[in-house]
């Protein structure tokens, strides 16, 4: 007898021609009651999970499906994939109805496709049930919408709950991967309750290994564990790991060239109880720190002048400074300080959301994981680093930041500097008035 998953395998190919790689099918011909999927990025969730919904709502009429992520426009990739498949087919075309308020909402043949976000407490899901719930990035909901509200959605109906995500650490996804591992490839259409698998980026053979490789060199390996090999890290929420940090710290000094161009990050005690200054020498070899300073307890106006003498000491030729909110007046008074001083060093300015923070750590953690960067043994800085984690808002957004009761300030001077630092090459070097090596801009 042709399982429910075969059936629905067979009509996608009849309606859209979707053919599957073969962990797509192995994914898709699983019936387990709760299905979880760590899969790496580009893999092809949001394709199965689009098709998975459709033809379970063509052959299964008056069937309610919820698509949820922690994120409005996260759930809505699924869902508009849905309505792209569809709406695409001059058959079904006619059998729909979408609605885009309050929520989107996909109706055909009695069936209803709706996505909905977690929120943080689930309280946009309470109250109604469903046949099957899909959970896209799972990991970033939180494990009380999955207990509390999600499951019990499914009880009246005796629904399936599926999970799919690239892994956030061991928390609650991994919990209930865990539960079906050894239940998930061998027996793909096994009818167990749980079923569990591991998709790594490369089981689809539409992406290119060259790409895949490239990628390797351009993340750290715990982000590419995560991301392209689906893997869970027991340490993931720390962003340095402390094997980098002693490596890093290891690193013999050095030999310093007349064109060896230094550079400083600054990040002023905004909403921290310090401001921190960390300069940076560049060599061909990568990155050295050779000076710190972290204060707090000072007028704006001592502030500056005891950065300046910190640039000047350690000959630094261009700057990168937090500009955000009260940064960018200082930007301007640290500018016109060392130009009366006559000192010539560029200052840019680098302004601070969630996503460009983002960037700035990353390529620092970049440097740490590829052995690019020397740091000294200082207690603090070191500390900083080893407190400085990832973490899961209530919003289902990836924050980085100090642990609670810890500072981060040398944490972002340091990885300002290594961003300015970047610009340090043959090919961002010109000559200031005085004739010495510079980078940047002012």
Same mark, same amino acid.
């Not at 809505?76 to 308020?101: C, H, M, N």
């Not at 050095?254 to 230094?262: A, F, I, L, Q, T």
């Given at each position: 007898?042709?399982?429910?998953?075969?059936?629905?395998? /067979?009509?996608?190919?009849?309606?859209?021609?979707?053919?599957?790689?073969?962990?797509?099918?192995?994914?898709?011909?699983?019936?387990?009651?709760?299905?979880?999927?760590?899969?790496?990025?580009?893999?092809?969730?949001?394709?199965?999970?689009?098709?998975?919904?459709?033809? %379970?709502?063509?052959?299964?009429?008056?069937?309610?499906?919820?698509?949820?992520?922690?994120?409005?426009?996260?759930?809505?990739?699924?869902?508009?994939?849905?309505?792209?498949?569809?709406?695409?087919?001059?058959?079904?075309?006619?059998?729909?109805?979408?609605?885009?308020?309050?929520?989107?909402?996909?109706?055909?043949?009695?069936?209803?496709?709706?996505?909905?976000?977690?929120?943080?407490?689930?309280?946009?899901?309470?109250?109604?049930?469903?046949?099957?719930?899909?959970?896209?990035?799972?990991?970033?909901?939180?494990?009380?919408?999955?207990?509390?509200?999600?499951?019990?959605?499914?009880?009246?109906?005796?629904?399936?709950?599926? %999970?799919? !995500?690239?892994?956030?650490?061991?928390?609650?996804?991994?919990?209930?991967?865990?539960?079906?591992?050894? !239940?998930?490839?061998?027996?793909?259409?096994?009818?167990?309750?749980?079923?569990? &698998?591991? &998709?790594?980026?490369?089981?689809?053979?539409?992406?290119?290994?060259?790409?895949?490789?490239?990628?390797?060199?351009?993340?750290?390996?715990?982000? &590419?564990?995560?991301?392209?090999?689906?893997?869970?890290?027991?340490?993931?929420?720390?962003?340095? !790991?402390?094997?980098?940090?002693?490596?890093?710290?290891?690193?013999?000094?050095?030999?310093?060239?007349?064109?060896?161009?230094?550079?400083?990050?600054?990040?002023?005690?905004?909403?921290?109880?310090?401001?921190?200054?960390?300069?940076?020498?560049?060599?061909?070899?990568?990155?050295?720190?050779?000076?710190?300073?972290? &204060?707090?307890?000072?007028?704006?106006?001592?502030?500056?002048?005891?950065?300046?003498?910190?640039?000047?000491?350690?000959?630094?030729?261009?700057?990168?400074?937090?500009?955000?909110?009260?940064?960018?007046?200082?930007?301007?008074?640290?500018?016109?300080?060392?130009?009366?001083?006559?000192?010539?060093?560029?200052?840019?300015?680098?302004?601070?959301?969630?996503?460009?923070?983002?960037?700035?750590?990353?390529?620092?953690?970049?440097?740490?994981?590829?052995?690019?960067?020397?740091?000294?043994?200082?207690?603090?800085? %070191?500390?900083?680093?080893?407190?400085?984690?990832?973490?899961?808002?209530?919003?289902?957004?990836?924050?980085?930041?100090?642990?609670?009761?810890?500072?981060?300030?040398?944490?972002?001077?340091?990885?300002?500097?290594?961003?300015?630092?970047?610009?340090?090459?043959?090919?961002?070097?010109?000559?200031?008035? /005085?004739?010495?090596?510079?980078?940047?801009?002012?």
């Amino acid at each position: 007898m042709t399982s429910d998953s075969a059936i629905r395998l /067979n009509l996608a190919k009849a309606i859209w021609g979707w053919k599957p790689h073969e962990t797509q099918k192995l994914w898709m011909l699983s019936e387990a009651k709760v299905k979880v999927a760590s899969c790496g990025r580009r893999w092809g969730k949001t394709e199965s999970a689009a098709v998975d919904a459709a033809t %379970m709502a063509i052959i299964h009429p008056g069937s309610i499906q919820m698509i949820v992520s922690a994120t409005y426009d996260q759930a809505r990739l699924i869902f508009d994939s849905v309505e792209r498949l569809i709406i695409g087919s001059p058959i079904l075309r006619k059998q729909a109805r979408v609605v885009r308020t309050p929520y989107p909402k996909l109706t055909i043949n009695g069936s209803v496709i709706s996505a909905r976000t977690a929120d943080e407490d689930g309280r946009n899901l309470r109250g109604n049930s469903a046949d099957r719930v899909i959970v896209d990035e799972a990991a970033y909901v939180r494990d009380c919408v999955i207990q509390e509200v999600i499951s019990p959605m499914l009880a009246d109906r005796d629904g399936r709950l599926v %999970m799919i !995500s690239t892994p956030f650490g061991k928390n609650h996804f991994y919990q209930a991967f865990m539960k079906g591992v050894g !239940s998930g490839e061998p027996r793909a259409k096994s009818k167990e309750r749980h079923a569990s &698998f591991t &998709f790594p980026s490369w089981t689809n053979p539409h992406i290119s290994r060259e790409y895949i490789e490239q990628q390797r060199l351009e993340i750290s390996p715990r982000q &590419f564990a995560v991301e392209y090999e689906a893997a869970f890290i027991d340490d993931q929420s720390c962003v340095f !790991s402390w094997e980098e940090i002693e490596s890093a710290t290891a690193h013999a000094p050095s030999e310093v060239v007349e064109d060896n161009c230094v550079v400083a990050g600054i990040d002023w005690a905004r909403y921290s109880d310090y401001t921190a200054v960390v300069a940076m020498r560049v060599t061909d070899s990568g990155c050295e720190v050779i000076g710190i300073d972290r &204060f707090n307890a000072m007028g704006w106006s001592q502030q500056i002048d005891r950065v300046v003498d910190f640039l000047r000491r350690y000959g630094v030729s261009s700057v990168l400074t937090d500009q955000t909110s009260i940064g960018d007046p200082l930007l301007e008074q640290l500018r016109s300080k060392l130009w009366q001083s006559g000192a010539d060093i560029s200052v840019d300015g680098y302004g601070f959301t969630n996503q460009s923070k983002r960037d700035l750590i990353e390529n620092l953690s970049l440097k740490f994981a590829h052995k690019g960067i020397s740091i000294p043994r200082d207690e603090t800085l %070191m500390r900083e680093l080893q407190y400085f984690e990832y973490e899961l808002t209530d919003s289902g957004n990836v924050r980085m930041n100090a642990r609670s009761g810890h500072h981060d300030d040398l944490v972002i001077a340091l990885a300002l500097a290594c961003w300015q630092s970047k610009t340090s090459g043959a090919a961002g070097r010109y000559l200031t008035r /005085n004739g010495r090596v510079a980078v940047g801009g002012w």
